[in-house]
């Protein structure tokens, strides 16, 4: 049988367990909170920021096959980069997709500058 004082002791650990527990509880609902709000308002982690301006993402994104690094349009004999505002600016039935400079060369398109 405990004690007064063990049992005393006993209830103050397990309280201390139980404030703890609801402390992780708060800070992973405010963590899953904030994540849905940054997401709703657009924001990005500078990780996804990263991959979504390098040239290959963007050519996927864009609807381009794996291996795509550059997007000139049916309208004109220019090709661009895929991450260039040029390259996002042309309309989805228009692209081309390109696998190197060379190959957009090859059927006369010119490099934008």
């Known amino acids: 049988m405990l004690s007064e004082i063990e049992r005393r002791e006993t209830l103050e650990k397990f309280g201390i367990f139980i ?8 800070m992973f609902a405010i963590y899953g909170f904030l994540g849905e709000w940054r997401t709703e308002q ?10 979504i301006t390098s040239g290959t993402m963007v050519c996927l994104e864009l609807g381009c096959p794996i291996g795509t690094d550059f997007i000139g349009s049916k309208n004109s004999n220019l090709f661009h980069d895929c991450a260039s505002s040029y390259a996002r600016a042309i309309k989805e039935e228009n692209r ?10 090859a059927q006369g398109y010119t490099k934008a500058k």
């Open 19 to 26: 404030i703890v527990l609801i402390a992780f509880g708060l």
């Open 42 to 51: 657009g924001i990005v982690s500078n990780d996804e920021e990263v991959m």
């Open 96 to 105: 081309i997709c390109f696998s190197s400079a060379s190959e957009a060369v």
